[in-house]
């Protein structure tokens, strides 16, 4: 016995003497890092809630206590050998040495390794650490040499005790476009073509990001474009020269005429205000008709129809009678054109009986104070904040904490009445009330991203502090968010997309354009319409649909705008589109004649045409229920629907009463082309329509074909 303990004493020794000579290793700001390095403590893998194969650690190391007691003191502490580092299970599982289902995570020689077996080797110490308070990445922004598309990056953390250190090796790197410019485990970006990426970079809960360009040479580039009509163009024609990118020409008069139509009221001009505008010689009759648009009542419902989709207001949440009221409060809101700032306000601090309060409406829709703080940062921010919820934010510096204190405003709102079978709630305060941050088990003060709500008394509403907060001039979010989206709705794509996920890795695609926008909109008191006219009357909204062909050393334009989005009509504005065209309206069960499917208060309407065209239900906060891209099921809709074939048949039609008022078919033609296209047919299109009508026989027989093939055509159902 006593031989065995002397030819193990050299062997403790030695470990010792190696342990002592080499750096100290500390848990909590190297072990914790060295697991997120390598990937182990993702969602994917050990750090979902179940973990994996009973080894579980807390989602990218937020909870180094628990992490620290799973490794060494689970399994009976087998999976740390602090005699013998190398045998580690967590190590030999890593570097695949025993069976691991997550395959070989690092070689022995990785800096992460090297960081577990050291902490294992000084006998698996935990002690507190200073807090890592900013990560910095360098160089910082950068434009990369036209020569040279790579560069490596170096990352600095500094601590809450003054000191910094190098923790590259332990920093983990995700790039915004990876096809673009990929970034190694080590930092080093590569861009292989002309463009913009921004590098994210996460170390234990700090978060950091940088923003990298690169153009190639090219001595031979020319810009090519229109004048800039305002600020707008300045920004876009300005970040489009220089990532060597060529806009389109400026649509022509009929194509703007219809998209103008489109976008800011919803709904097809007649023939009448089609030729008006098209015969028109008036330099100025394109930011003219942008006034005449703000001025009419269809803006407000389009506008509020787009705001009623997005704050959810449905008969499963706020019943029938509740959307009808929360409808006219929005269509009112829209038609005054109310600063989103006093909007804002009004639903995020409304109480009272909903159907005399209808901004109220918001709460029974958010009923529990999480749910009201994710729609509001949603709504009001842009930022998406849901998975804040269960651990700190994956790509944003948004934690737990964070969340919580913004749902904590949100806490004392009660209701009045059952949410079921009535037609109105009551929303009142509870000064009572209070919201458990599950983390510390106590209640959670109000706080509005790392601002605390200051000066507040037991009995004042915490929700107008909030408004406060999010309305003012200096609040980060608002007024970029508002103007993305606005922005969004105008030109198909947000300069953030999605419009509602702003963060460090999805950054606007031009900064200083969303700036100017924001800017111009809280200029102008935080009102829509003078932010809409800004953008129609633009070069940049006006650019046609057909995209140039650009040089091979430019960046992918399909960010940068240099050409119209093309994309589908809404349900309503289809539907809407198919009665202004045949001149017969659509009945709508329960509402007087002529009404618009863009009037209509609801969401999810029991209609086969807006189903199959995806009315959304309003079942969620987001953009994206709408779908853009035309399927099988509309197509097929649009040939053989009965309604639409009864319309374009009835005796009520255009056709019919211009052929009663003793027209001549090239006439109709003409105003059937501008009626559905809002455009005059070509000579080469009105030749074979009337050779067709001649052919036939059958005057009306033949100009309710030209009809039905007129609805029929890419150009009626997609906006260009």
């Given at each position: 016995?006593l ?8 062997v ?8 002592d000579?080499?750096?100290r ?14 990937g182990?403590?993702?969602g ?7 973990g994996?194969?009973g ?13 620290f007691?799973t ?10 050998n ?5 045998q580690s ?7 695949g ?32 650490a ?25 990352v ?5 005790d ?13 790039s915004?476009?990876p ?10 970006v ?7 990426a ?9 978060i950091?990001?940088v923003r990298?360009?690169h ?20 920004f876009?024609f300005?970040k ?18 219809r ?10 001009p ?20 942008a ?8 803006y407000?419902?389009h ?6 989709d997005?704050?959810?207001?449905s ?12 409808h ?6 829209m038609?005054?054109?109310r ?29 529990t ?11 009001f ?6 998975c ?7 790509f ?9 204190g913004l ?6 709102v009660?209701?009045k ?16 009330r209070?919201?458990n941050n ?13 601002t605390?709500a200051e ?5 004042d ?15 980060r979010?608002?007024a970029?968010?508002?103007a ?9 794509k947000?300069?953030?997309?999605p419009v509602?996920?702003f ?27 003078p932010?809409?006219?800004?953008i129609?009357?633009?070069?940049t ?26 994309r589908m ?10 009665s202004s ?10 509402y ?11 969401g999810g309407v ?13 079942d969620?906060?987001?953009?994206c229920?709408?779908e853009d891209?035309?399927g ?8 053989n629907n009965?309604q639409?074939?009864s319309?374009?048949?009835s ?7 211009w ?20 455009r ?9 329509v009337?050779?067709h009508?001649?052919a036939?026989?059958d ?18 159902l997609l906006?260009?």
């Amino acid at each position: 016995m006593l031989r065995v303990i002397v030819s193990l004493l050299p062997v403790f020794i030695a470990g010792a003497a190696r342990a002592d000579d080499s750096p100290r290793i500390d848990f909590r700001t190297d072990v914790i890092a060295a697991l997120s390095r390598g990937g182990c403590n993702q969602g994917a893998c050990h750090g979902s809630p179940q973990g994996k194969n009973g080894f579980r650690l807390s989602l990218r190391g937020a909870d180094p206590d628990a992490d620290f007691a799973t490794l060494v003191r689970e399994q009976g502490g087998r999976r740390v050998n602090r005699q013998s580092p190398a045998q580690s299970l967590v190590l030999l599982k890593a570097t695949g040495g025993v069976p691991h289902q997550g395959g070989v995570i690092f070689s022995p020689h990785h800096p992460a390794y090297r960081a577990i077996a050291g902490w294992i080797g000084h006998g698996c110490e935990i002690k507190d650490a200073p807090a890592v308070t900013r990560l910095e990445v360098l160089p910082g922004d950068t434009r990369l040499p036209p020569n040279a598309p790579g560069l490596a990056l170096t990352v600095q953390a500094r601590f809450a005790d003054g000191s910094s250190r190098d923790v590259t090796e332990l920093a983990v790197f995700s790039s915004s476009h990876p096809d673009l410019a990929p970034v190694t485990p080590t930092g080093k970006v590569e861009f292989r073509r002309t463009g913009e990426a921004s590098i994210l970079v996460r170390y234990l809960q700090s978060i950091a990001s940088v923003r990298l360009s690169h153009v190639k040479s090219d001595a031979g580039f020319v810009f090519r474009g229109p004048g800039p009509a305002n600020f707008v163009d300045e920004f876009v024609f300005a970040k489009q020269r220089d990532l060597r990118l060529i806009p389109a020409a400026v649509a022509s008069d009929e194509v703007f005429l219809r998209r103008a139509y489109l976008d800011v009221i919803g709904v097809m001009p007649t023939p009448g205000e089609a030729a008006a505008f098209l015969d028109s010689k008036d330099p100025e009759k394109r930011a003219k008709l942008a006034d005449q648009l703000l001025a009419r009542d269809e803006y407000a419902y389009h506008w509020a129809l787009k705001w009623a989709d997005v704050l959810r207001g449905s008969p499963v949440t706020i019943s029938e009678r509740g959307v009808h009221s929360f409808h006219r409060y929005l269509v009112r809101a829209m038609a005054e054109d109310r600063p989103v700032t006093a909007l804002a306000r009004e639903l995020l601090t409304g109480l009272g009986n909903t159907l005399n309060k209808p901004a109220a409406n918001f709460f029974r829709i958010a009923r529990t104070p999480e749910d009201a703080a994710e729609s509001v940062a949603q709504l009001f921010m842009g930022v998406r904040v849901q998975c804040s919820r269960c651990h700190n934010h994956p790509f944003e510096n948004i934690t737990q904490a964070d969340y919580y204190g913004l749902a904590a405003f949100f806490a004392r709102v009660q209701f009045k009445g059952a949410q079921f079978g009535l037609d109105d709630e009551i929303v009142y305060l509870d000064a009572r009330r209070e919201l458990n941050n599950p983390l510390t088990k106590k209640p959670q003060p109000p706080v509005a991203f790392s601002t605390p709500a200051e000066g507040l008394g037991p009995d004042d509403d915490r929700r107008v502090k909030f408004a406060d907060w999010l309305t003012s001039p200096q609040n980060r979010f608002f007024a970029p968010a508002v103007a993305n989206r606005v922005w969004f709705h105008l030109l198909g794509k947000g300069i953030v997309d999605p419009v509602d996920d702003f963060r460090d890795t999805n950054p606007p695609s031009n900064p200083q354009l969303l700036k100017a926008l924001a800017d111009d909109f809280a200029r102008h008191g935080y009102r829509m319409k003078p932010l809409i006219r800004t953008i129609i009357t633009s070069r940049t909204y006006q650019l046609a649909a057909q995209a140039p062909r650009q040089d091979p050393n430019s960046a992918d334009p399909e960010a940068y705008f240099t050409h119209a989005a093309v994309r589908m009509l809404t349900a309503e504005q289809v539907l809407d589109a198919i009665s202004s065209a045949t001149g017969v309206h659509e009945r709508f069960k329960g509402y007087p004649a002529g009404t618009r499917a863009l009037e209509l208060p609801e969401g999810g309407v029991i209609h086969p045409f807006l189903q199959a065209f995806s009315k959304p239900v309003r079942d969620v906060t987001c953009e994206c229920a709408r779908e853009d891209d035309p399927g099988l099921p509309q197509v097929l809709h649009m040939l053989n629907n009965a309604q639409v074939v009864s319309r374009i048949r009835s005796p009520e039609s255009r056709v019919a009463r211009w052929l009663k008022s003793g027209r001549e078919p090239a006439w109709i033609v003409d105003q059937m082309y501008l009626a559905t296209l809002t455009r005059r047919p070509t000579a080469k299109e009105k030749t074979l329509v009337l050779e067709h009508i001649r052919a036939s026989g059958d005057a009306e027989g033949g100009l309710q074909d030209l009809q039905h093939a007129l609805l029929n055509l890419n150009e009626f159902l997609l906006r260009h």
